[in-house]
């Protein structure tokens, strides 16, 4: 307001920390809003066994679909809430939208898990594991299986105990969890043993230049030895040609996702997509087309 205090009698001296501060506070509105006028939309992006050249799995992608903006990107809109408790509100509305898309196409005789992403802040809610049994109990088919919970690599070591210890309680109640952007967190033997994690998604970072940085290639070998070590199955992110699927393949790692594959698309378009795919893409050959 027009006084040189804010609420607890806080003042701002400095005009920029209070400039970014207000900008900040409203920010965090508008997301509210956004979750009010029901403006958020999953997306989904297939996962694919390279081996088996079988669609799996979907990861769910949040977009805030703004009515002047069009779809706007998560990274656009989730740090400015990080450490809110809007932060677990929108958590807590993907996961119970992402059951509710895994129980139809489920009912549709689609055999598919859906991955949903989970901030450090939304798992560390005090009744982030009650709220999950909740959500899985609305549905009369047996979801917890075919539900993957995310944690950056990078987030899970914050509070190594309590993530190990919710993870935990996850797997407990059928929900396996997978450590999302591997490579880039620093990890260390002992989280990995610590942490009940099944899957390692490498980063795309990784994928990206694997096919001419020999230290990237070692890198993404060395994570699915790792993955060997601990017995955990490994994703590879940001897969876009056919070659880096070819090297993938070649190193034995278990599946892929990325644009090459196929983009995010709308939950309505899933069945249809999953059903019509082919499966060319891992194995074609060298300079052959890249599948749409
Ligand atoms: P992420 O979980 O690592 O998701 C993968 C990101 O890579 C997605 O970006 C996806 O669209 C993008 N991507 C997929 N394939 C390719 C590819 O071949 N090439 C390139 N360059 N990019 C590819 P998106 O959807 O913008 O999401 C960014 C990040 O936002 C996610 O990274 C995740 O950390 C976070 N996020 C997304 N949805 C949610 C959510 O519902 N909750 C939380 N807490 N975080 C979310
Ligand atoms: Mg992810
Ligand atoms: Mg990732
Ligand atoms: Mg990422």
Redesign the pocket.
Known sequence: GAKQSGRNGYLFFDPELRRRTEERVMAIGRVQEALDRAEFV??Y?PIVDMRSQRVFGL?????WDHPEKGLI???QF?PLITNTGL?AR??DW?LSQALEHLAQWRRAGLDLQVN????AR?LQEPDFVQRLAELLARHPDPLAEHLKL?I?ESEAHADLAASSQLLARCRALGVRSAL??FGTGHSTLTHLQRLPVDVL?I??SFV?HMLDDAQDKALVEGVIGLARTFGCSVVA????TPAQARMLLDLGCDSA????IA??MPAAQVADWVRSYSGLFALAPAGSPRLA
Do not use: C, W
Request: hydrophobic residues 40%; proline residues 5%.
């Open positions: 999953l997306f992006q990861e769910a992608l949040l977009r990107a998560p990274m989730l932060s929108v958590g993907v949903v992403n989970i901030s939304h995310e950056v999302d952007d998604k980063d795309r990206n992110e940001g897969v876009e996702q990325g644009t090459g983009a995010p």
